[in-house]
Nanobody, 124 residues
């Protein structure tokens, strides 16, 4: 099991940027597929972005494509989510998650380990 800790959330105005980080304690997750999900009040959790173990493949939700960038350095920790041109609809708690193996990157139920989340609030 991997303990994940997110950081970097906060309050930002529309059009601004934030960079989220996901660190891990315990067993390394260099071979894990890492994902970011978010959940807004009253809404279901949704997939945001994912990156494979080597960092060679990235995946994004249509709603964030071109604005958000997920990255990791040489299959190591931490994993980052650079968020640019933020909009009020991006307001949510953002969660980092780890998954063994590839595939089904968009399905949160396939991820075994989750962080506690970090709040991102975008004001208009």
């Amino acid at each position: 099991q991997v303990q994940l800790v997110e950081s970097g959330g906060g309050l930002v105005q529309a059009g601004g940027s934030l960079r989220l980080s996901c660190a891990a304690a315990g067993r390394t997750f260099s071979t894990y597929l890492m994902g970011w999900f978010r959940q807004a009040p009253g809404k279901e959790r949704e997939f945001v972005a994912a990156i494979n173990w080597s960092g060679s493949r990235t995946y994004y939700a249509d709603s964030v494509k071109g604005r958000f960038t997920i990255s990791r350095d040489n299959a190591k920790i931490p994993v980052y989510l650079q968020m640019n041109n933020l909009a009020p609809e991006d307001t949510a708690v953002y969660y980092c998650a780890a998954k063994i193996g590839g595939g089904d990157y968009y399905d949160g139920d396939k991820y075994a380990d989750w962080g506690q989340g970090t709040q991102v609030t975008v004001s208009s």
